[in-house]
């Protein structure tokens, strides 16, 4: 425990040192971003990858640092913790997802021409999966032709969409089975339409629309089982979607805590009235909970415990992780009144931002259902071992 | 051997829980499961006929891992699927 805990003071410092004034930067505009709908400036992204911050976690084959699973939480965590900005890490994680796979692809065509320039910051990126439909039913299609594929379709959800250079497409082949392919912004055919979502308004959101857009060969980064490939991008988004607003959660205590101590009720600080403590209190249960939790998860991920496409503990921690952190910011909009709602822009938008995180990366609703399916799959029917036995 | 169906699966059963399939291998299993319920094929397996890593299975409460499918199976074995599949 007490290595942990070194181990995050260490991160804490890296992060403050190495990139505290450019998440200030990012952070600073963001109240009038979001209600401009507008993504970090490009300038900005450029310099999360200039600045080693994108590519941190990315293998050093692309550039990167490579540092390990429970590092990059944790970084997450700060980021989070420094930047008022909710959809920074948000688009950084699923860039820097896209890079990994590309990378573990193998395929040195696709790592030097988008996972390279993805971790510099040099190529946005973004994961082009969502379009209204069961994942079996989708409408983005991939036929054959002479000279490699032609794709058509809609994706309603991009994130980061219009940031991207790049998309990470997966659609339905003549057979139904489903494919992983890289489509470029300005391929011909592809037109990107912001979209105009609830929270996480400045993650530059988008629907990308593909209309016969031709694609060579060499762009297909997944020839089957696609469906597979994208369970596997969406339980790595599961554990890092949640490490981010934790840090914010831990910020938004303390700003609470700081503003009640300053307000004055029978001139008394209404941060020192009893039921004010206890609420405090239990916002403190939850962050200390919830980070628990995560670390248990990213350190089960990094020693590679965890299953890859549905692990039932990193899953319960984004459940989890992600009631709390709402918890917080709920409790916070109630101790803080008026302040809450006319007072500061923040609260609503965290509310918002981080109502998006019960139906991100698995809807809470269904990783319950497989969490719950589980433990009755275990329940009474003896093992081969202990049967055997 | 018995199939489990959750979900997506188990309408691609006729909605049965449950299928008794006279087999002795996972292999066997699945092509006799696939060949009675031919709508199952494109859910379970990928175009070369491999299993979709995006299923679960549990062999008798134990998670299975899916480069088995060569697993032996008795009679009283049950395999459940959960298909645990986000987004869309």
Redesign the interface.
Known sequence: MAEIADHREKVTELVRTRWGDLLAEIGSTVAERDEARTPPPPALMAAIGSTGLQGLSLPPRIGGEGVDVLTWGMVLEQIGYLCEDSALPLIMNHQGDIARFICESGRADLIDKYAVPIARGECGAGIA????????SFRTLLRRDRKGYILSGHKTYVTGGQLSDVFLVYAL?E???MLACLVQHDDPGVSVTPAFPMGMRTAGAASVTFEDVPLSVDRILEA??G??H??RF??SQ?LWITCAPLGRSQAVLEDCAAHLASTLRFDTPVAELNNVEASLGRMYIAVESARAMLYHALGRVGAGYA????DPVLSAAKCFAVEQVRSVVERAFGLQGGHGFYGTTHLGRYMRDFAGLAIA???QD??EV?LG??VV????????TS?DA | MFFIF?G?LRQAADNRRSVRIEATTLQDALAELTSRFPNMR??LL???G?L???H?L??????LDLSENTLTLSEE??I?F?T?????
């Open positions: 999966y969502s379009e209204d439909a069961d994942a079996f082949d057979a139904g089975d089957t089982d469906l597979t994208a369970q969406l339980s599961r299953e890859p496409i549905f990366a698995g809807t269904i990783l497989n399916a589980g799959a275990r329940r009474a029917r003896p093992s081969r049967r | 959750n997506i494109r859910l990928d175009n070369s491999k979709r890593q995006a679960r549990s062999l008798n409460g134990q998670i074995d049950h459940e959960f645990a599949i986000a987004g869309g």
